[in-house]
Nanobody, 124 residues
Framework: QVQLAESGGGSVQAGGSLTLSCAVS?????MAWFRQGPGSEREGVAS????????FYTDSVKGRFTIAQDNAKTTLYLQMDSLKPEDTAMYHC????????????????????WGQGTQVTVSS
């Protein structure tokens, strides 16, 4: 059983930065960040496979966001720089027990465990 808890959200001006954290317990191999804006479907933002260390990003955040984890694999991070108003969303971390993917894997049904989310608001 995997348990996830996000933190670090808040309100920032466009061009600012935020770092989101996800505390993780239980066994897992793959981790990801998703987001859901007002009136929008939940979309994959970034993912990482333990062991291989490969990272994947949706096109809209490449060069601005970075996904990473600590050596003990107890915390997942999303470093967000050069934030834009369109980044405003509820951000969720997700996990699976096996790294099945070789790309972003942004389809919601593929991910078994979810955190409750943390809100990010970017104003212009």
């Amino acid at each position: 059983q995997v348990q996830l808890a996000e933190s670090g959200g808040g309100s920032v001006q466009a061009g600012g930065s935020l770092t989101l954290s996800c505390a993780v317990s239980g066994y897992y191999s793959g981790m990801a960040w998703f987001r859901q804006g007002p009136g929008s479907e939940r979309e994959g933002v970034a993912s990482i496979c333990a062991g291989a260390g490969d990272t994947f990003y949706t096109d809209s955040v490449k060069g601005r966001f970075t996904i990473a984890q600590d050596n003990a694999k107890t915390t997942l991070y999303l470093q967000m720089d050069s934030l834009k108003p369109e980044d405003t969303a509820m951000y969720h971390c997700a996990a699976v027990e096996r790294c099945f993917f070789t790309r972003l894997a942004g389809d919601v049904p593929s991910w078994r465990y979810w955190g409750q989310g943390t809100q990010v608001t970017v104003s212009s």
